[in-house]
């Protein structure tokens, strides 16, 4: 079962980070839960769950709304 993660993030910046996460082939999946607010869900396999922690961290402060 995958693992989900909603965060909030400036609806501007959602390609942005849709780019980033694809370059990690296989690490998650990225859907939007309401486009104009920016919530997002990252459902993510529960072996994943340091890495992407590590990285949300790294890119909170460029994609935060």
């Known amino acids: ?3 989900s993660l909603y965060l ?3 609806p501007a910046r959602y390609y942005y980070l849709k780019f980033i996460l694809e370059a990690y082939d296989g690490l998650c999946l990225l859907s939007t839960v309401t486009g104009k607010r920016g919530c997002v869900c990252i459902r993510y396999p529960k072996s994943q ?9 790294s890119l909170a402060g460029t994609v935060k709304s």
């Open 49 to 57: 769950t340091k890495t992407i922690y590590r990285l949300l961290s």
């Open 1 to 3: 079962a995958l693992q």
């Open 8 to 10: 909030r993030i400036n």
